[in-house]
């Protein structure tokens, strides 16, 4: 296997993980914005809303990655033309797979914003749309952007299931390699530095997270 | 003005509703500083919540300047909630906000464009033009409540609320918000409603108080009078707790009350006119509005020979006094 089929398996792997995580957060990220402030606490209490969209929430969060993929093939396929065998047929199901987690992630963060801010800019005259723009996401931002980090981790894990439709990527790639070397594959190299490779970008997500987080942090800075 | 009547809020929980306050009736008119102060737990905050809305009252009417507040549209609440503002036990600050932002934030809920240059005068005016940048983690709680308290001016509001701020910090920094704010009510004309379950807080700055127990207000009026003679246990409590504890029971005792306008030794004459050597079992002498009021409770050697007596005297020398019962002293 040349090495420039490798660095197409991490674009591949890398990129569609991006963009997955990119496109369930432009849905996930008002789902979860609606499923706080709908919520018993939140700032517009609605329950009937609340419980419907937490139940297709719920519903999509308990279908197995492989099944969405494998549901969503004919939608690709009217999209891109084509609902198998290239890294990109792979994206509409990791964005399925990933929306409920990303929407009940928010909703957690949000839920972590303490009321009493909540109420001071109340108290201002602000209303329900300022709230959640000039307080409920930004004072979130920091559980929100490690939220991040551990919904790509997770969408990175999916991409295995690239393997059933032939969607590439590193980790189908490393399934390739052993299903073509069954016999003699854990004694070769390049087996083993494709899994450093995997769990190199895993570390660096997580770290660039944290990062992230801990740079826009301003509740613990002392000068 | 703020007109509370007969306010209620009842919160329903399973074992039947939570009565939060019953029966509430306040005025409270521009310039003043009216303070509400209660025991834990007898409803100050519920009824400072209810004043801007955040508490939605079960019955009952919330009048600012001649408009009930129950009865408005939301977004006129809206516009109501920036005369109207209000400050925090806890401060309530962003904290991924610098103090700039915090307050500007203000501004801008108030629809000013550009509201810099006002923020950073407010904050001048709370002594904290030198920590614009810094974040609220940074500030002591003493600094946090004065951002605080520039934030809840942006607005230009008219009344402010104060629920508890001072309840989290030490005396010195109580004393030094207090005067801020008893310059803000000088310098603004800002009417300030503040709670607290602190006696020497609304002795140190306010001209009125209601003191609730109970859900209820159980005596309000001028801070001097309710000072002077408290009529109720509650009121008896906050004012003399942890000052007199006689042991004695069953005995009368009678208390003399000073406005300020009495400058003759009237202990000493007392004592050395009247020959009655008294025993003083409490005194103390407050600052209240720039009036100085104080108050001292005798107890007799023999109370039924001396008392007429003393009456007598006190009547003719103008000076306040009633019997009180050794019992009702705390």
């Not at chain 1, 809303?49 to 308990?62: A, D, E, F, P």
């Not at chain 1, 990303?102 to 839920?111: C, F, G, T, Y």
């Not at chain 2, 977004?75 to 906000?97: G, P």
């Not at chain 2, 629809?111 to 002594?127: I, M, S």
Request: with cysteine.
């Amino acid at each position: 296997m040349p090495f420039t089929d490798i660095l197409i398996m991490i674009a591949e792997t890398v990129g569609v993980t991006a963009l997955a995580t990119l496109l369930a957060y432009v849905l996930g990220l008002p789902c979860g914005v609606l499923l706080n402030v709908t919520s018993k606490n939140g700032l517009k209490p609605c329950k009937w809303l609340n419980v419907t969209v937490g139940l297709i929430v719920n519903i999509l969060r308990s279908i197995p990655c492989l099944i969405i993929i494998v549901l969503c093939i004919p939608f690709t396929r009217g999209i891109f033309g084509r609902g198998t065998g290239e890294w990109f047929t792979i994206l509409i199901p990791l964005t399925v797979c990933a929306f409920g987690f990303v929407s009940r992630m928010v909703e957690q963060s949000l839920a972590e914003v303490p009321a009493g801010e909540i109420e001071a800019i109340k108290s201002l005259g602000a209303t329900d749309f300022q709230v959640i723009i000039k307080v409920l996401l930004p004072e979130a931002r920091v559980s929100l952007v490690t939220g991040v980090a551990v919904v790509a981790v997770s969408i990175l894990g999916y991409t295995s299931f690239a393997y059933n439709i032939g969607a590439g990527g590193l980790i189908s790639g490393i399934y390739t390699f052993y299903t073509r070397h069954t016999g003699d594959y854990l004694g070769s190299l390049l087996f083993w530095v494709m899994i450093v490779l995997v769990v190199l970008i895993v570390q660096g997500i997580q770290e660039l997270g944290l990062f992230i987080a801990k740079k826009i942090d301003k509740r613990k800075v002392l000068k | 003005m703020i007109e509370i009547k007969n306010l209620e809020k009842t919160y329903p929980s399973k074992s039947g509703d939570v009565v939060a306050l019953k029966d509430i009736n306040l005025t409270v008119e521009d310039g003043d500083i009216y303070g509400i102060i209660g025991l834990s737990g007898a409803g100050k905050s519920t009824l400072v919540r209810c004043i801007n809305l955040l508490e939605k009252p079960t019955s009952g009417q919330i009048l600012i300047d001649g408009e009930d507040l129950t009865k408005v549209t939301k977004n006129r609440l809206l516009e109501i909630r920036k005369k109207v503002s209000m400050i925090f036990q806890h401060f309530n600050l962003l904290q991924q906000r610098s103090v700039l932002k915090n307050v500007e934030l203000a501004g801008e809920i108030a629809g000013d464009k550009n509201p810099t240059e006002r923020a950073k005068e407010l904050l001048k005016l709370v002594g904290l033009e030198d920590r614009l940048n810094y974040y609220p983690s940074q500030l002591s709680g003493g600094q946090q409540q004065r951002v605080a308290i520039a934030r809840a001016l942006m607005s230009d509001p008219k009344i402010l609320l104060c629920d508890e701020a001072t309840s989290a910090l030490d005396p010195e920094t109580t004393h030094s918000i207090l005067e801020l704010l008893k310059t803000l009510n000088k310098k603004l004309g800002l009417t300030i409603v503040i709670i607290s379950h602190q006696m020497s807080v609304i002795e140190s700055i306010c001209n009125k108080v209601a003191i609730i127990d109970k859900s209820q207000i159980v005596s309000c009026g001028y801070l001097k009078d309710v000072f002077l003679s408290p009529t109720n246990e509650v009121a008896k409590k906050l004012i003399y707790s942890g000052h007199v504890n006689t042991g004695i029971k069953g005995e009368k005792f009678v208390k003399l009350m000073f406005t300020g306008e009495v400058d003759k030794p009237i202990v000493a004459n007392v004592i050395s006119e009247l020959k009655i050597s008294v025993s003083i079992m409490y005194a103390e002498t407050k600052v209240i509005n720039d009036t100085v009021c104080g108050q001292v409770i005798f107890r007799l050697p023999s109370y039924n020979e001396d008392i007429k007596k003393l009456t007598d005297y006190l009547t003719r020398e103008n000076v306040p006094f009633e019997e009180v019962d050794s019992d009702a002293l705390y």
